[in-house]
């Protein structure tokens, strides 16, 4: 199965489209999905009919799962 490419932004933006922000946090686009139903992934926008991710806002949430050792995963 091919690997969808992702193209750079025609312009510097801090958002990010589904498919970029899963490349960034280097996660699926189907754990992003995911998240969005069911909770617990990233703040996210809509912007008219498209979903984008601030970048502050996936570096907030990779952040917060940030672990010394395995002990202190999932706490």
Same mark, same amino acid.
């Not at 690997?3 to 801090?14: D, F, G, N, Q």
């Given at each position: 199965?091919?690997?969808?490419? +992702?193209?750079?932004?025609?312009?510097?933006?801090?958002?990010? $489209?589904t498919?970029?922000?899963a490349?960034?946090?280097? !996660? $699926? +686009?189907?754990?992003l999905? /995911?998240?969005r !139903?069911? #909770? #617990?992934g &990233?703040?996210?926008?809509? /912007? #008219?009919?498209? +979903? +984008?991710? &601030?970048?502050?806002?996936?570096?907030?949430? $990779?952040?917060?799962?940030e672990?010394? /050792?395995?002990?202190?995963?999932g706490?």
């Open positions: 199965m091919k690997k969808p490419r +992702v193209h750079a932004p025609l312009i510097e933006s801090p958002f990010l $489209s498919d970029e922000a490349a960034y946090l280097r !996660i $699926s +686009v189907r754990a999905e /995911h998240f !139903i069911n #909770g #617990g &990233p703040r996210y926008r809509k /912007h #008219g009919n498209k +979903v +984008v991710y &601030p970048l502050e806002n996936l570096n907030a949430w $990779s952040k917060k799962r672990y010394e /050792h395995t002990g202190g995963a706490k």
